[in-house]
């Protein structure tokens, strides 16, 4: 497993659009969640370590605000022909025995990746309610230890735009395992 530091787009740039399917048995596009004034666009998968060891935290964070207020989507583009474990069917068996509160996507042209240029799993992006980034980066300042976690940079991002404020202070890189691209 290769560590590896998301690139984030500039603050302030639009949430491309998409339209993919979800393991709910439904189609999502951006501005299927516009009433929120917040979207957190997550890109994850199954197999990742990184991924794995924050999954339950992610859950959490769903559960912590209000549909109506933040608008949670978890995106998964990896090549599931090279990593089985990252297929449809086994995403949907995640999000199931983890009863995501929010939708599970699948990116199989992994357009929508690129788009948000996405590098690693899991990577996460915050837009406003213009749908303009306000934050990109880490979930937390310790991936493989929740108990030793002293500041939730993507939580406290959310809060401050709930807050009607920017985010604060410096954003710290998503970090972990690349998006396994399609060859």
Same mark, same amino acid.
């Given at each position: 497993?290769?560590?590896?530091?998301?690139?984030?787009?500039?603050?302030?740039?639009?949430?491309?659009?998409?339209?993919?399917?979800?393991t709910d048995?439904?189609?999502?596009?951006?501005?299927?969640?516009?009433?929120?004034?917040?979207?957190?666009?997550?890109?994850?998968?199954?197999?990742?370590?990184?991924?794995?060891?924050?999954?339950?935290?992610?859950?959490?964070?769903?559960?912590?605000?209000?549909?109506?207020?933040?608008?949670?989507?978890?995106?998964?583009?990896?090549?599931?022909?090279?990593?089985?474990?990252?297929?449809?069917?086994?995403? &949907?068996?995640? !999000?199931?025995?983890?009863?995501?509160? #929010?939708? *599970?996507?699948? =990116?199989?042209?992994?357009?929508? @990746?690129? &788009?948000?240029? !996405?590098?690693?799993?899991?990577?996460? #992006?915050? *837009?406003?309610? =213009?749908?303009?980034?306000?934050? @990109?980066?880490?979930?937390?300042?310790?991936?493989?230890?929740?108990?030793?976690?002293?500041?939730? =940079?993507?939580?406290?991002?959310?809060?401050?735009?709930?807050?009607?404020?920017r985010p604060g202070g410096?954003?710290?890189?998503?970090?972990?395992?690349?998006?396994?691209?399609?060859?």
């Amino acid at each position: 497993m290769v560590l590896l530091e998301s690139d984030a787009p500039q603050l302030g740039s639009p949430a491309p659009d998409f339209e993919l399917p979800a393991t709910d048995g439904n189609t999502y596009g951006r501005d299927d969640f516009a009433d929120a004034p917040v979207l957190v666009v997550m890109f994850i998968c199954n197999h990742c370590p990184y991924v794995k060891a924050v999954i339950d935290r992610l859950v959490e964070l769903g559960n912590t605000f209000d549909d109506d207020e933040v608008a949670l989507v978890a995106i998964s583009a990896n090549d599931a022909e090279r990593y089985p474990d990252d297929s449809f069917e086994k995403m &949907a068996d995640l !999000a199931e025995a983890k009863d995501f509160p #929010f939708p *599970y996507l699948y =990116d199989e042209s992994q357009e929508t @990746a690129r &788009a948000y240029k !996405a590098v690693c799993t899991p990577d996460f #992006f915050v *837009y406003d309610e =213009d749908r303009k980034l306000a934050y @990109a980066g880490r979930l937390d300042d310790n991936w493989k230890n929740p108990d030793k976690v002293k500041r939730r =940079d993507l939580h406290d991002a959310v809060v401050a735009l709930l807050d009607g404020d920017r985010p604060g202070g410096e954003q710290h890189p998503s970090r972990g395992c690349s998006i396994k691209w399609k060859q």
